[in-house]
């Protein structure tokens, strides 16, 4: 099984992170998990979950839960440069930022690292590993475009989240499965979590 990297900002979309963590955390795969205080206050308006506290705290409730094994995901405070994804020696398939927020992505395409999952996405680049970023803001400014072209100039995917219609989506849940389902297609990891197009 592979191991990700995976940060979750301060934009609206937290669900899309969670989703994806999930989904990996199901399949056997490793997740280091980084979500920033902003990230922290989303998710719990957004989604209703509780995961304020100190790292062991939050390690404790992300385990419960999603119900996972000891292991399988770890999480680390956005301020603890300490952790193993800090470092390029770390052994990381990929890194997904789910959701970026513009204050993030202007951060990993300028090369400034003012917390851990900026440093972590800076380590994917210069290790030159599949680094995916799900920005979520609309409109888009003229920095946001410069930004984001740099970033895939370098080879990262920019997969906004745009749900499609043409799946004929019932529920939120399809809409969400549909861009987590685009992001594990770009990781290439087999998945059936949306109806694709002529299927």
């Not at 404790?60 to 000891?70: F, P, Q, V």
């Not at 399809?174 to 998945?191: A, K, Q, S």
Request: aromatic letters at 8%; charged letters at 20%; hydrophobic letters at 40%.
């Amino acid at each position: 099984m592979a191991a990700y990297i995976i940060g979750i900002t301060g934009a609206s979309g937290a669900i899309y992170g969670i989703r994806l963590i999930s989904y990996l955390a199901d399949k056997g795969h490793k997740i280091y998990l980084s979500i920033s205080k902003e990230g922290i206050s989303i998710i719990a308006d957004e989604i209703g979950i509780n995961w304020h506290g100190n790292e062991f705290e939050v390690n404790k409730k992300i385990k419960e839960y999603l119900k996972t094994s000891e292991n399988a995901v770890q999480y680390f405070a956005e301020d603890n440069f300490y952790s193993p994804v800090a470092s390029g020696s770390i052994k990381a398939d990929a890194m997904i930022i789910i959701p970026c927020s513009m204050k993030a992505l202007s951060a990993v395409a300028n090369g400034f690292s003012s917390n851990l999952i900026e440093r972590a996405a800076d380590v994917t680049l210069k290790e030159r590993r599949m680094l995916v970023m799900v920005p979520r803001e609309t409109p888009l400014n003229s920095i946001h475009l410069e930004n984001m072209l740099k970033l895939s100039k370098m080879g990262v995917r920019i997969v906004p989240p745009n749900t499609a219609f043409y799946n004929h989506p019932k529920t939120i849940d399809d809409m969400v499965d549909f861009i987590v389902g685009r992001i594990l297609d770009c990781l290439n990891i087999e998945n059936n979590l949306y109806r694709r197009w002529g299927q």
